[in-house]
Structures are given as C-alpha cells and as structure tokens.
C-alpha cells in the first residue's frame, strides 16, 4: 500500500491525480470504516487514515475528503482561532485543497475565489507571480504547500502583500525541514537531483528554521503560531494532526 501510493504520488501528473483520487478513494473509505480516528472536516471515522507521501507516513490520509494532518489542523484553527466561518470576507485560495474545496465555496459569509495555474480544481488560471487582482482586494489568502515550488518566493509574498487589505490576513504553509537556512539553487533543473536535494521532483528549494524570517524580507508580516502544541493530547491523536507544526500565519507588512 505505501508502495503504491508513493509511486503514484511521484509519477502521476498531480491534475490527473486530483480528478480521479475522490473516485479512487471511495473503496478506501468504505473499507476502513471504524473508530480510530475522526476526521474534522467532514466528520467521518475510520479504523485509521490511510498513509500518505513520497515517504509514506501512516495514518495521514482522510479517504473521504482527501484531508492531511495539516489540513485537519488548519481547519480546527480556522474554527477555534478566526472569524472565518462568520463575518463577511473575500477570500482567495491558490492551488486549492480537495478537502476545502466544496465546504468553503457553500459558505455563504464567502466571497471565495480559487486559483492556480494548472489545478482543475481552481476557477482562475493564475500564475501568483503576477495576481491579476488589485491592490486591496482581499480579506484572506490561502496557499499552502505552493512556495518550494515557484521561482520567485518573495515575488509571490509581494503579491500577496500587495493584495490582501490593510486588516487583511492568511495561511501560508510549506514543508519546513531541521536545516538553519533555506537550501535553493536555481541552476538545479534535473528532476532527480531536485527530489535528492529539495526532496521533490518538482521543488526549487528546501526550507529550513528561517522560512517565517525569510519571507518578511518581501514585506508581509509572518506571524508564527504554536496552535497544535495547545490542543488536549487526545484531540491530537483522534483527528490525527501534526503534533509539531507551525501555522505561519500572515499579514498585510509595508
């Protein structure tokens, strides 16, 4: 099984992947049925989640909604810790998450707008290095697990920046790994020696402990926010969240 996965994570083309992964998943879902583990966002329960990552890690993948470790924990932020399920904003959510996709598009407190460049989940064809939006138009912005892929990482923060509204606010997470500096190196363009160095075929760089100070340097303000490690150990376990992740939460800088 983590074979499998991790061989259709890596070669799959991640649109083809995010078309027919809900239809893949219902077996999945029917036949893990039980009380392990509950699901935040769409509330079923499991034996246990399924393993999920080049690296498989167990219990990580809801077969229901598609929701990661990290997706469960945003949504119970999202819940416990913002206004996002009450007052009136304007979201924009880039390349977005299967497992939010449906749920926050019925909110009726939402103006919410997806985009991405390739995904067939997203309603705008963007590239964020240019959002084709003015300054001040947003009250939220998502992008989660999109920065180790761009060029220009700090261009795409001054975007962001230059969009969310002066009270503005947003999520923006990426694969922190145990190194003091971020690795990039954009001579690097053979896929394999990505994946050996940035641990994805598909990734420009590797974050290390400076990602929140590193992307101050565009202008945003990045809040780092220990929410999970303020959660009862059993929360943790039954919705199955990342016990050490840092939300990077965002806000309109200079």
Same mark, same amino acid.
């Given at each position: 099984?983590?074979?499998?996965?991790?061989?259709?994570?890596?070669?799959?083309?991640?649109?083809?992947?995010?078309?027919?992964?809900?239809?893949?998943?219902?077996?999945?879902?029917?036949?893990?049925?039980?009380?392990?583990? @509950?699901?935040?966002?769409?509330?079923?329960?499991?034996? %246990?989640?399924?393993?999920?990552?080049?690296?498989?890690?167990?219990?990580?993948?809801?077969?229901?909604?598609?929701?990661? @470790?990290?997706?469960?924990?945003?949504?119970?932020?999202?819940?416990?810790?913002?206004?996002?399920?009450?007052? %009136?904003?304007?979201?924009?959510?880039?390349?977005?998450?299967?497992?939010?996709?449906?749920?926050?598009?019925?909110?009726? *407190?939402?103006?919410?707008?997806?985009?991405?460049?390739?995904?067939?989940?997203?309603?705008?064809?963007?590239?964020?290095?240019?959002?084709?939006?003015? @300054?001040?138009?947003?009250?939220?912005?998502?992008?989660?697990?999109?920065?180790?892929?761009?060029?220009?990482?700090?261009?795409?923060?001054?975007?962001?920046?230059?969009?969310?509204?002066?009270?503005?606010?947003?999520?923006?997470?990426?694969?922190?790994?145990?190194?003091?500096?971020?690795?990039?190196?954009?001579?690097?363009?053979?896929?394999?020696?990505?994946?050996?160095?940035? #641990?994805?075929?598909?990734?420009?760089?590797?974050?290390?402990?400076?990602?929140?100070?590193?992307?101050?340097?565009?202008?945003? #303000?990045?809040?780092?926010?220990?929410?999970?490690? *303020?959660?009862? %150990?059993?929360?943790?376990?039954?919705?199955?969240?990342?016990?050490?992740?840092?939300?990077?939460?965002?806000?309109?800088?200079?």
């Amino acid at each position: 099984m983590k074979k499998t996965i991790s061989f259709v994570i890596r070669y799959v083309p991640r649109p083809l992947l995010q078309r027919v992964s809900p239809v893949a998943m219902r077996f999945f879902a029917w036949k893990n049925k039980g009380e392990g583990v @509950e699901c935040p966002i769409c509330n079923s329960q499991f034996k %246990k989640f399924l393993p999920y990552g080049r690296k498989a890690r167990e219990n990580a993948l809801c077969p229901n909604c598609l929701s990661l @470790e990290r997706h469960r924990l945003m949504w119970l932020f999202l819940q416990k810790e913002t206004i996002f399920f009450t007052d %009136k904003l304007r979201v924009l959510h880039v390349a977005p998450e299967h497992c939010f996709l449906k749920l926050f598009d019925a909110l009726p *407190n939402l103006d919410y707008i997806t985009a991405d460049l390739e995904s067939p989940l997203a309603k705008v064809k963007m590239d964020v290095h240019d959002i084709p939006f003015p @300054e001040n138009s947003f009250d939220v912005i998502f992008c989660n697990h999109v920065l180790e892929h761009v060029e220009d990482d700090l261009r795409v923060c001054e975007e962001f920046n230059r969009v969310l509204k002066p009270t503005g606010w947003g999520i923006i997470q990426s694969p922190i790994y145990e190194l003091e500096k971020t690795l990039e190196d954009p001579t690097i363009t053979d896929p394999a020696e990505r994946e050996h160095l940035f #641990g994805q075929r598909d990734h420009v760089r590797k974050y290390g402990k400076d990602y929140a100070e590193r992307l101050r340097k565009s202008g945003l #303000g990045i809040e780092e926010n220990h929410f999970v490690e *303020n959660l009862p %150990k059993e929360l943790v376990q039954k919705y199955a969240l990342p016990p050490k992740e840092i939300i990077f939460l965002c806000r309109k800088g200079s």
